[in-house]
T-cell receptor, first 118, second 116 residues
Framework: GAVVSQHPSRVICKSGTSVKIECRSLDFQATTMFWYRQFPKKSLMLMATSNEGSKATYEQGVEKDKFLINHASLTLSTLTVTSAHPEDSSFYIC??????????????FGPGTRLTVT | GDSVTQMEGPVTLSEEAFLTINCTYTATGYPSLFWYVQYPGEGLQLLLKATKADDKGSNKGFEATYRKETTSFHLEKGSVQVSDSAVYFCALSPLSSGGSNYKLTFGKGTLLTVNP
């Protein structure tokens, strides 16, 4: 089956630094990838839709300059949390949709990245 | 806006017990409904889905019926196993003609632990 990986699985950084999280589709090409954020005991919230070769589409309330998304190839999307603050600490999850498979059921999720900002 | 409410966990059951995890939703129109499962250390996996009223989704012994009159999509399994221990997420996606039909709105997740 389709596999999506994320790296790193856990990261601790100091306040004010930037952190990059990678999302890779290992055995398929993904024209669309999605980034979610999950707070403790709360729902996954869609942050942005990442489209290969074009700008990401951000959800309302998500700061574009804070959460930089780059989808430079059909197998890799990156999320960079810039000038991180403790309130950015969260669990970040990506998902990817293979081209040619329309619909939500075609989304494959990564295992998530736990970010802790000290 | 759209929202999903599912029962708070954690839920702890003995093997072969009956499982119900409640899920209700608020949405305009006729959304598609999903249950996702996340096993320890892994990503979310689609467990089952239903796209219209009265549809029943089923997979691996789990079932859920799309009830429009009660805006519910409760997850059930007649006899749980230790290997079913995981976090279960109820989710919906609105039906629309634009690109936004991929968007998922999730519930908070319910941790299920099944003891031998």
């Amino acid at each position: 089956g389709a596999v999506v990986s994320q790296h790193p699985s856990r990261v601790i950084c100091k306040s004010g630094t930037s952190v990059k999280i990678e999302c890779r589709s290992l055995d398929f090409q993904a024209t669309t990838m999605f980034w979610y954020r999950q707070f403790p005991k709360k729902s996954l919230m869609l942050m942005a839709t990442s489209n290969e070769g074009s700008k990401a589409t951000y959800e309302q309330g998500v700061e574009k300059d804070k959460f930089l998304i780059n989808h430079a190839s059909l197998t890799l999307s990156t999320l960079t949390v810039t000038s991180a603050h403790p309130e950015d600490s969260s669990f970040y999850i990506c998902s990817a949709s293979p081209p040619g498979l329309a619909g939500v059921s075609a989304q494959y999720f990564g295992p998530g990245t736990r970010l802790t900002v000290t | 806006g759209d929202s999903v409410t599912q029962m708070e966990g954690p839920v702890t059951l003995s093997e072969e017990a009956f499982l119900t995890i409640n899920c209700t939703y608020t949405a305009t129109g006729y959304p598609s409904l999903f249950w996702y499962v996340q096993y320890p250390g892994e990503g979310l996996q689609l467990l089952l889905k239903a796209t219209k009223a009265d549809d029943k989704g089923s997979n691996k012994g789990f079932e859920a019926t799309y009830r429009k009159e009660t805006t519910s999509f409760h997850l059930e399994k007649g006899s749980v196993q230790v290997s079913d221990s995981a976090v279960y997420f109820c989710a919906l996606s609105p039906l629309s003609s634009g690109g936004s039909n991929y968007k998922l709105t999730f519930g908070k997740g319910t941790l299920l632990t099944v003891n031998p």
